[in-house]
Nanobody
């Protein structure tokens, strides 16, 4: 079991930046592939970014490439999502997720058994 707690959400103007953090506790952090998903009102939860166990490989939703950066600090058991050049379309609840079983980062929400409670990101125009 692992517990995930997100922080760092808030309200920002178009073009602004936020950094989300997801602190984990429980089983060894390096046992998990980690990812960020988001869900806007009336829409499906979608994959935003993922990172492998050693942090050397990252994957992104096409619309956030070049603006968002996922990273992990295995010494602090924490994964981050740096979000720059934010747009109103980025407004959503952002969720941290952990996958203990897959070899490669998955974009499918069903492959992640562990989730945080979510943090709201609102980008005003």
């Amino acid at each position: 079991q692992v517990r995930l707690v997100e922080s760092g959400g808030g309200v920002v103007q178009t073009g602004g930046s936020l950094r989300l953090a997801c602190a984990t506790s429980g089983r060894t952090f390096t046992a998990y592939l980690m990812a960020w998903f988001r869900q806007a009102p009336g829409r499906e939860r979608e994959f935003v970014a993922g990172i492998n166990r050693n942090g050397f490989s990252t994957y992104y939703l096409d619309s956030v490439k070049g603006r968002f950066t996922i990273s992990r600090d295995n010494a602090k058991n924490t994964v981050y999502l740096q979000m720059n050049s934010l747009e109103p379309e980025d407004t959503a609840v952002y969720y941290c997720a952990a996958d203990p079983d897959s070899y490669f980062v998955s974009r499918r929400r069903d492959d992640y058994p562990y989730w945080g409670q979510g943090t709201q990101v609102t980008v005003s125009s």
